[in-house]
């Protein structure tokens, strides 16, 4: 027997790790793809664990990044891997840790994840969308992730430690092939060399430290970053829920538990019953809702939020909160009206303190729907009023452009609230949905 009876608890062990392993894989797995680089996601292999862990896309969305354009006649750029190309098609230069240096010629250049910068001189002003714009400097040096010509520039000298060569047809080449070594039948290679092109290309340099003098005007912006934000609003929106619901729902509850009216049986449970399953009429609701928003001209105030969401789930909360209370003996509700305690003295010093787990249980579900709610949120608020959910969801507007790997983090970051309250508060849930089915 007890053989049979340690295998069957071992098997219902496992059996058990394994429906939780499957239910919880997706959280890994977006965990995994939240530490890759941005744009790893689809591979034909499954990686448990990810080979390139990085936090670049958690930096991303939280402090973003700076970008700019450059216009200068003068500039020096240092680059690990930068490719040159022919507008007209004619040659393709690869450059390994070399330095490509622009003379005497308009160039307009595109920067993108500036690290690190320092700018002398010039007028600064700011624009209407938040950008900075300097004209006129004396000197620039910019640490970016990569730069890239808009425009084809003229005159520019490249050298490198390897220079890959690879053209279309060797007449009427602007390249001087003399540096150069044959290794194929378009490819040439030159080690060490400076080869200058006077007809120039279109640069796309990527790890580069750019250098210029006396440019003519920088415009600096920044992406992304914005999380606190809308972290922020979220927050307001579902603290604001929390407390409006519990000012609401607690003497809303003490009342169908304890006290005597018409109506006190059914009310409730139809009330509860209507607005839970009112399907088409929920979307009427919506409409009327949305009309009269717009007549108050309280459209676009994230604090009508929390009193629309507090509105919506008192029945169920107060339902849930009505049966913890019914499982508290009368008996102290008695002991405190004899020593002269009112409805109010009794709710906040004796049932309040007793029936915290419900408190607690109602208080999770009221932030959980507050801090997810999407369709209002939505509806009502502006784009510079967003909450994360609505954050979250425009992101996905672009399916072709969006990056899985920046999404997966904020997915994560958007769960972790509501991870760590039920964490925090799992022992008085636990019980508040227990004890309230119990009656002496």
């Known amino acids: 027997m007890r053989r049979s009876e340690l295998g069957k608890t071992v098997a219902m062990t496992l059996l058990a790790l394994v429906v939780m392993g499957i239910i919880l894989f997706p959280v890994y797995y977006i965990f995994t793809i939240s530490l890759k ?6 591979t034909t292999q499954l990686e448990l664990i990810p080979r390139n862990i990085t936090l670049e896309n958690y930096r991303e969305i939280f402090f973003g990044h700076e970008e700019g354009v450059l216009k200068t006649r003068d500039f020096t750029l240092k680059t690990e891997d930068a490719v040159i190309t022919d507008p007209l098609n004619r040659f393709r230069m690869e450059v390994k840790n070399g330095k490509i240096e622009g003379k005497r010629s308009s160039a307009r250049l595109s920067l993108s994840n500036i690290k690190t910068k320092k700018i ?31 425009l084809g520039v003229r005159n520019i000298n490249v050298s490198g430690e390897k220079i890959i060569l690879t053209v279309s047809d060797t007449k009427n080449l602007p390249v001087d092939l003399s540096k150069f070594e044959k290794t194929g039948n378009n490819t040439y290679v030159a080690r060490g060399a400076t080869v200058y092109l006077p007809q120039g290309g279109m640069i796309d340099a990527r ?51 304890r006290l005597k009216f018409f109506g006190r049986e059914h009310t409730l449970y139809f009330y509860l019953m209507f607005t839970q399953v009112s399907g088409g009429l929920g979307i009427a609701g919506l409409v009327a809702l949305y009309g009269m928003l717009v007549k108050l001209h309280l459209t676009n105030n994230i604090y009508v939020l929390p009193v629309i969401y507090s509105a919506g789930s008192v029945p169920f909360n107060t ?37 915290l787990p419900g408190i607690a249980t109602v208080a999770v579900f009221a ?44 997915a994560l970051i958007f769960a972790l609230p509501v991870f760590i309250m039920f964490l925090l508060s799992q022992n008085y849930i636990r019980s508040g949905l227990t004890l309230g089915g119990l009656k002496e």
């Open 319 to 355: 339902w849930l909160l009505k049966g913890y209370l019914d499982s508290i003996s009368t008996d102290f509700d008695e002991a405190a009206l004899v020593d002269g305690a009112s409805y109010l003295q009794i709710i906040r010093h004796v049932l309040v303190p007793m029936a």
């Open 207 to 257: 790890n580069d430290i750019l250098e210029s003098k006396n440019f003519e005007y920088i415009v600096l912006s920044k992406v992304g970053g914005n999380v606190w934000g809308y972290m922020k609003r979220s927050l307001i929106i579902a603290s604001l829920t929390v407390l409006l619901t519990l000012l609401l729902v607690i003497p809303s509850a003490y009342s169908f538990s």
């Open 367 to 410: 932030f959980i729907g507050g801090w997810t709610e999407l369709i209002l949120a939505n509806l009502l608020l502006s784009e510079n009023n967003y909450p994360l959910t609505v954050w979250l969801y425009t992101m996905l507007s672009n399916l072709r452009s969006i990056s899985w790997n920046q999404f997966a983090a904020a």
């Open 120 to 150: 002398e001189g010039g007028t600064k002003r700011m624009k209407e969308d938040g950008s900075t714009v300097i004209v006129g400097g004396r000197y620039l040096l910019i640490k970016a992730g990569r730069i890239s010509a808009v």
């Open 37 to 42: 680089p941005s744009g790893a996601l689809a």
